[in-house]
């Protein structure tokens, strides 16, 4: 897996598709479970996440093969309800199958999912909803023992709206008899997404995307065919790129409502974002200024995904930016390598202050994480001379193809 290339200083013209929705397809993927069938996955992004995802699938049973962008999973007869310590560690949003076995099969046996790079990241939300519906839970050793015989509806409230906890709730409270009310669930589009792929077995979910989720308990009557929705977050990275080198693009396959804290932010720092059914236009040409202090936050708050590639947007620009990461307690990490290229960031507990600076200086940069990396890419666009991004196995967890989108809006960058 080669290193990122990058001569930055060329201005970004020009359209691209993007590419279907990693952290839709990954709670999707776990789904394809609950149906003893097959289910059709369309506009699935080929990540590192999702082959990962095609393991666990495998080695329970599963089969699964792709079809052009379309991932088909058959889950007629899968013969295995536990994953073992290595598939777990390969991807941190593993945990997310506990709720989809437990439905097919009323028990799960999984490790602790890995250590992460955005700091500890607790399943105890997921744990604690799980257990509301019935679930009895026994925590040894690194293993996750889950037996439930016998899993029966209610109304659960999540402590806070964690997205993973309430994908889990959902895909549990398919299997229980009865209705489960969750309360304080998590807003995030890609919730609906997980409803609509539900809905599309004959499964009985209402009310994804606000913060009461109801299912009655239902297993899937029928094969499902679905769209995976775009990717806000690789969205909003091309944005970023473009507001960093400046330019005229335009995305494809994009849900504007989806973005809209980013676009703001955006045109606050002086971008022209014109949104369109399916597209999103940005045009930026003079020196962006700073923008109001940037919160992240639940959805739809801006998204914590997008505040290390908003941060590398504003790098130059004309004042001094502050953001406040509320989500994930080690989500700076990326501050250090970007300071290499000449940026001028401090950062002190959850707050980071930009004072943009009039130029950066290409430089060698090792991505520390997905979006830390994908942002590393960014301040590469708009910094003179050639820089390179090391770890970019980070990066393809999440991107498709990074390099290919941006060369297809005319950036000079190659693996090697
Ligand atoms: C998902 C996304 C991730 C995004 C995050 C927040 C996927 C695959 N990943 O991650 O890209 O950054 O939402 O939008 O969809 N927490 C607990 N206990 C729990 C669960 C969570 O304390 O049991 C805390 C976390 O440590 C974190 C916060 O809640 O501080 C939000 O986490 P959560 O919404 O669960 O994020 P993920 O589902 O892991």
Not at 235 to 258: E, F, N, Q, S
Not at 281 to 306: E, N, S
Request: with cysteine.
């Amino acid at each position: 897996m080669g290193d990122y290339y990058i001569q930055g200083g060329r201005a970004l013209e020009g359209e691209v598709q993007v590419q279907g929705a990693k952290n839709s397809v990954l709670p999707i993927l776990a789904a394809t479970i609950l149906h003893p069938g097959t289910s059709v996955l369309k506009n699935c992004p080929r990540l590192r996440d999702v082959e990962a995802s095609i393991q666990i699938l495998r080695h329970l049973g599963c089969k699964a093969r792709w079809e052009g962008d379309a991932l088909i999973v058959d889950a007629s007869a899968p013969e295995r309800w536990d994953i073992p310590d290595h598939l777990m560690r390969s991807m941190r949003s593993s945990v997310i199958f506990l709720g989809a076995i437990l439905s097919r099969f009323g028990r799960a046996e999984l490790s602790m999912p890995g250590g992460c790079e955005l700091g500890p990241r607790p399943i105890d939300l997921h744990l604690a909803a799980l257990r509301q519906l019935g679930a009895v839970i026994d925590e040894g050793g690194g293993r996750l023992r889950c037996e439930a015989a016998d899993l029966r509806g209610r109304e659960l409230t999540l402590s806070m709206p964690s997205v993973g906890a309430t994908e889990n709730a959902v895909l549990a409270a398919c299997g229980s008899r009865g209705t489960t009310t969750i309360l304080n669930a998590a807003r995030e589009p890609e919730i609906m997404d997980l409803e609509n792929f539900l809905a599309a077995m004959g499964c009985r979910v209402h009310g994804g995307g606000s913060s009461t989720i109801t299912v009655e308990g239902r297993q899937p009557t029928h094969d499902a065919v679905h769209t995976v929705m775009p990717d806000r977050i690789v969205a909003a990275t091309y944005l970023a790129a473009a507001a960093a080198a400046g330019g005229d693009i335009v995305l494809r396959g994009v849900d504007y409502r989806h973005l809209s804290t980013v676009t703001a932010a955006l045109h606050e720092a002086g971008c022209l974002v014109e949104s369109g059914e399916d597209a999103i236009r940005l045009q930026r040409r003079g020196r962006l200024r700073a923008i109001r202090p940037v919160r992240t936050a639940p959805y739809p708050g801006f998204p914590t995904d997008a505040q290390a590639v908003l941060m590398a947007a504003l790098l130059r620009s004309q004042g001094t930016t502050v953001f406040v990461e509320n989500i994930f307690d080690s989500r700076y990490r990326h501050v250090d390598e970007l300071c290499r290229l000449g940026a001028d960031i401090r950062v002190e507990g959850r707050v980071a202050v930009v004072c943009g600076v009039e130029r950066l200086q290409g430089a060698a940069m090792e991505s520390t994480d997905l979006r830390g990396g994908a942002a590393m890419v960014v301040a590469a666009l708009a910094a003179e001379g050639e820089s390179r991004i090391g770890s970019t196995a980070h990066i393809r967890r999440g991107y498709e193809d990074i390099l290919r989108d941006l060369r297809q809006l005319g950036a000079a960058a190659e693996e090697r």
